[in-house]
């Protein structure tokens, strides 16, 4: 963060330029939860930050602190947006229970079908849908990982039954009501004090990716790993890179534009594809920590379903006591995605 930076805090950096007075310069200050070596940081949000740097001939720059060098709790990154805090965020939806009341449908098993490409291209499709989520913010864009999976440090999953009973991490609410349906017990953490959790014996283990192994050292405490067949994850995570509204607002006509060519459909499936990408680190350090993945029988992973078509009803239950088409969303959700992955 540059002197100036710190001087006017998370306030977008007006100043003219020397000699070209049409020429305005902007310093954004971007915030997010996870370490550098992350695969969000060094992958996505770095090289995305450049690209809008190069694209605007330098007139955009953007400050990244990760794992909350800006202070707060991950929960709070929302809210910095929201307030001017900070310009940009990177966070995950499920940090903020009950924001975003309509988004959650692409997060539910059985909506969600495996694929971070299709569910992100849905996702960025469907942003007139759930705009009303986002009536604060300016989305830039939203994604998901190829979906969660049961880690387990103390012992394995192979049956439905042996789910009973276990403390996994829960990436958000409606992870909770997956984790309870199979009769486990949800514990709301942060994915970054993970580790500690797991180490300590708070929990067993977690639902959560692949992708984020090699960045938690989520092999070294990792047992077993059990997935559903044919590349079906239990539910999945969404995800936000998100503007304040007055910061994007201000800025001039052809720099908004440089913002929303690299926002929504333009990158969803360079986005998606990455996060597939992400996965093969996860797997190859599993594999080569000695962990054993458990692909389940259709005859179990017929039981998780069965669990799982509950916590979609759960949902739209929820969703519709509010007013809002709870069985609607769902159709429409699973059309999205249908039709993303037909597109491919």
Do not use: C
């Amino acid at each position: 963060m540059t002197k100036l930076s710190r001087m006017l805090g998370a306030t977008a950096i007006l100043a003219l330029s020397a000699g070209a007075a049409a020429a305005q310069e902007v310093t954004l200050l971007m915030h997010h939860f996870l370490p550098p070596v992350a695969n969000a940081h060094k992958v996505m949000l770095q090289p995305w930050a450049d690209r809008i740097a190069e694209q605007s001939d330098g007139r955009i720059a953007i400050e990244i602190a990760p794992a909350m060098a800006m202070g707060g709790k991950p929960g709070e990154l929302y809210g910095q947006v929201r307030d001017g805090a900070a310009d940009i965020v990177w966070t995950l939806l499920g940090y903020t229970p009950g924001v975003f009341p309509r988004t959650e449908v692409f997060e539910l098993p059985l909506v969600h079908a495996g694929s971070a490409t299709d569910t992100t291209v849905a996702l960025n499709a469907s942003l007139d849908l759930l705009a009303e989520d986002f009536s604060d913010v300016k989305v830039l864009f939203l994604h998901t990982h190829d979906g969660n999976l049961i880690h387990s440090g103390t012992k394995p999953v192979r049956t439905f039954e042996d789910a009973a009973g276990l403390k996994l991490r829960t990436p958000g609410r409606t992870g909770a009501w997956v984790i309870e349906a199979m009769g486990a017990e949800p514990v709301g953490l942060p994915v970054p004090a993970l580790p500690e959790a797991m180490s300590k014996g708070v929990v067993d283990g977690a639902l959560t990716t692949y992708e984020i192994v090699p960045a938690l050292k989520l092999q070294e405490l990792d047992k077993y790993v059990t997935e559903l067949p044919g590349g079906d994850r239990f539910g999945a995570a969404v995800f936000m890179l998100a503007m304040n509204k007055d910061v994007y607002e201000g800025l001039p006509d052809d720099l908004k534009a440089v913002i929303d060519a690299n926002a929504g459909v333009n990158v969803s499936a360079e986005i998606g594809a990455m996060w597939e990408g992400f996965e093969d680190s996860g797997v190859n350090a599993l594999s080569a920590a000695g962990v054993e993945t458990i692909i389940l029988p259709e005859e179990e992973a017929a039981k998780f379903n069965a669990a799982n078509e509950a916590v979609v009803q759960r949902w739209i239950d929820e969703v519709t006591a509010k007013g809002i088409d709870g069985a609607g969303l769902v159709e429409k959700a699973r059309a999205a995605i249908a039709a993303a992955a037909a597109a491919r």
